[in-house]
C-alpha cells in the first residue's frame, strides 16, 4: 500500500472513477430511455431521463465501493448504478428496458473506439497514456454489457433471457431464477469465474478495434491491454 499515494496510482483512480461513472450513467440513461419510449413516463418524472451522472450514481455502489477496489487492487471490483424505476410491462417490453442498458454500453464503446482512432489518426501514439486509458474504457463498457447480461436475476440478463423463452417454459426459467442470486454471489465471491466475461469482453474490445484500425488505416492497438 505505499504506492497508492504516488501519481501514477492517483491517475489510475480518477480514471478509473470517470470512466465507470460514464458507463453507469449510460447503462441507466438506456434503461429510463425505452421505458419512456414504451410510455411510461415514470424514469422522466423521476429525473432519470438525463445523461447527468449525479441522477443515475448510487453513493455505495457507483462511488464509495469502486474507489475502495480501486485504491486498493486498481481494479472495480463489484459495483453498480441507482436502479431505474418503471411501471411493468410485458415480458417482451421488460426484455427491451433491460436490455437498453447493456445495449448503450456497446454504444459508448464503439464511440471511444472511433474516437481513439481518429486521434491516432492525427498522431497520438499506440503507447500513450491517453491511448491505455480509452482502451481500458472500452474494456469495462463491454465486460458491463456481458456481465449484466448473465441471465441471473437481479442482473439485466435475468430479465432478457425471461422474455425470450418460449412460454411453455416459463414455469421452469422461474424455479431456476429463486437460485439465480447465488449465481451472482457465486462471481463476486470466486475471481476465477469471471472469465466468463472477461474473455468475451476482450475478444470484441480486439476485434472492434482491429474493424475501425482497418477503416481509419491505422494501426490496431489490441492487444494492448
Same mark, same amino acid.
Given at each position: ?12 483512480? @480518477? ?14 440513461? *438506456? ?22 451522472? =449525479?441522477?443515475?450514481?448510487?453513493? +455505495? ?19 453498480? *448504478? ?31 473506439? =472511433? ?8 498522431? @497520438? ?10 482502451? /481500458? ?5 463491454? +465486460? ?13 440478463? *435475468? ?25 451472482? =454471489?457465486?462471481?463476486?465471491? +470466486? ?28 494501426? /490496431?492497438?489490441? *492487444?494492448?491491454?
Amino acid at each position: 500500500m505505499n504506492d497508492v499515494a504516488t501519481p501514477d496510482r492517483i491517475q489510475l483512480v @480518477v480514471q478509473g472513477m470517470i470512466m465507470f461513472i460514464a458507463a453507469i450513467a449510460l447503462h441507466e440513461f *438506456g434503461h429510463a430511455w425505452m421505458a419512456n419510449r414504451l410510455g411510461d413516463s415514470t424514469p422522466r418524472v423521476q429525473g432519470r431521463l438525463t445523461l447527468n451522472p =449525479l441522477a443515475h450514481a448510487d453513493p +455505495i455502489g457507483t462511488i464509495l465501493l469502486p474507489l475502495v477496489f480501486l485504491i486498493s487492487t486498481g481494479g472495480l471490483g463489484f459495483a453498480w *448504478g441507482k436502479p431505474v424505476q418503471h411501471r411493468s410491462f410485458d415480458r417482451k417490453g421488460n426484455m427491451a428496458v433491460a436490455f437498453a442498458g447493456p445495449a448503450m454500453n456497446v454504444l459508448l464503446a464503439t464511440f471511444i473506439v =472511433l474516437v481513439h482512432v481518429i486521434l491516432l489518426k492525427a498522431g @497520438v501514439t499506440i503507447g500513450h497514456k491517453l491511448s491505455f486509458a480509452l482502451e /481500458s474504457a472500452v474494456f469495462l463498457n463491454f +465486460i458491463l454489457f456481458f456481465f449484466n447480461l448473465i441471465p441471473a436475476a437481479p442482473l439485466d440478463g *435475468g430479465t432478457v433471457l425471461r422474455g425470450l423463452i418460449p412460454y411453455n417454459s416459463l414455469r421452469i426459467y422461474d424455479q431456476y431464477a429463486v437460485y439465480a442470486p447465488f449465481v451472482l =454471489l457465486a462471481f463476486m465471491m +470466486i475471481p476465477a469465474i469471471g472469465v466468463v466475461v472477461r474473455w468475451p469482453a476482450a475478444w470484441m474490445t480486439d476485434h472492434l478495434y482491429d474493424v475501425m484500425a482497418r477503416i481509419g488505416h491505422v494501426a /490496431s492497438p489490441r *492487444g494492448a491491454l
